[in-house]
């Protein structure tokens, strides 16, 4: 059994989307078998009233919320300029940005490690871990570190740079790359969501260093598989993520102007629904508005969503990672049309698992022919489902990271 200490350093519980599925999981599985310790942004009341999914009793939890963080005699100066003060003292940098994160993580983590051997380090940002790394080797020279790969950072935001014209996001996509490719040196083991986000890794890395690919999964037990057998009659389509996330943004809209109204001219009754977490409803006006859009932003429990659904899209031009989304519509049973880049990472079979598409005219035809041809649908949703049991399960994607981390430790 080993001491690990995660690391998040944003709001992941209870888990609503991706990244925090991801990482409250991997947390979950990793509690199996070793002592976890959480260091989180959250107050320690998150983890106590959860409506959906209980938190792990056997995971200590460590909350920054309330606490003041590390201070000095700079304290005397406005909080701004005290804070880029506090945070070059701790980097021992003149260059360095004040962080509000490293400010508050400093004291608890010098004291946890101070306290109790901690044989690892999971760290689920590459913020977090260009942060707190060194600090880490400080205080415990033996601590190995472990970083997980949500995406290839300097691929997205590069990305979002071309989508927003942001030379702020170019200047993130530098300081991602740059940290990146010296993984090799300072990560003892890397986690990657896909086969090519660690190819991607590896040759920025020029081949060195311990990259394993441990995708995302599902919650089997929680998605059960729906088994309405005229559910291809359900004229709804549904789009299930994160909605101020620039490549959904981009995605959701292109369907909704392009591909949507060439459904509808052959289903003039079908509808379309929209969930998922958002701080503002800024770039969907026209869906709201849309009597055919059932636009309903964030919901508690999605599951009533997929079983009130048919077909599932995935349209995305960018981004990186594997996305859950996709295998949670595979669970639940329903069949996904989908762009290459959002099915990437998934070793999945076109026309047998999913359909693929990549302009509008395919991708209407591909969602067409699903509600169109009940065998079709009713085969891509079982085989696609019987994929997923077998290699997407978080029991099994848990146990293969275990694996890595005793073979590390070892």
């Known amino acids: 059994m080993a001491i690990i200490l995660t690391i998040i350093p944003y709001e992941f519980f209870p888990p609503k989307y991706g990244g925090a599925l991801r990482c409250f999981y991997l947390l ?22 959860s409506e959906t999914i209980p938190f792990p009793e056997n995971v200590a939890i460590v909350s920054l919320h309330n606490e ?30 004040g962080n509000l994160f490293l400010l508050k993580s400093y004291p608890l983590l010098k004291t946890i490690l101070s306290t109790k051997k901690v044989d ?53 996509a530098a300081g991602a790359l740059h940290a990146e490719k010296l993984l090799h040196m300072t990560a003892d083991i890397c986690f990657c969501c896909s086969d090519i986000d660690r190819e991607k890794l590896l040759t920025l890395n020029n081949n060195k260093g311990h990259f394993y690919t441990i995708p995302n999964g ?21 789009f299930c993520g994160t909605l101020d996330y620039t490549p959904n943004i981009e995605g959701l809209l292109w369907f909704y102007k392009e591909v949507f109204p060439l459904v509808k001219q052959r289903f003039s009754q079908v509808k379309f629904t929209v969930i998922g977490k958002m701080d503002t409803a800024g770039p969907y006006e026209d869906l709201i508005a849309d009597t055919s859009v059932n636009f309903v932003g964030y919901v508690p429990h999605v599951v009533p ?17 594997t996305r859950l989304k996709i295998l949670e519509a595979m669970s639940m049973g329903n069949p996904i049309v989908s762009t290459g880049i959002g099915a990437e990472g998934l070793r999945a079979v076109k026309n047998k698992h999913l359909k693929l598409a990549e302009n509008a005219k395919d991708f209407a035809n591909a969602v067409l022919q699903l509600l169109s041809d009940p065998m079709m649908f009713d085969s891509v949703r079982a085989d696609a489902n019987t994929w997923v049991s077998k290699q997407y399960d978080w029991e099994i994607i848990g146990h293969d990271a275990n694996i890595k981390i005793a073979s590390l430790l070892s």
């Open 68 to 97: 003041k963080g590390f201070r000095t005699g700079f304290n005397v100066f406005p909080d701004r300029v005290a804070n880029a003060l506090n945070s070059r003292v701790i980097q021992r940098s003149l260059l360095k940005k």
């Open 218 to 238: 599902v919650n089997l037990k929680d998605r059960p598989f729906d088994a309405n057998q005229n559910k291809h009659e359900i004229r709804n389509i549904l």
């Open 120 to 172: 690892l380090v999971n760290y689920e940002s590459l913020e977090c871990f260009s942060l707190l790394r060194n600090m880490v080797e400080k205080y415990s020279p033996a601590t190995k570190h472990l970083y997980d790969a949500h995406n290839v950072d300097s691929e997205l935001w590069q990305q979002q740079a071309k989508i927003l014209g942001s030379p702020q996001h170019l200047g993130y």
């Open 28 to 49: 979950k599985e990793m509690a199996k078998y070793n002592e976890v310790t959480l260091l989180t942004v959250q107050p320690q009341s998150d983890f106590l009233k």
């Open 305 to 321: 969503y997929y079983l009130a659904s048919s077909v599932f899209v995935v349209p995305l031009f960018s981004g990186s990672g």
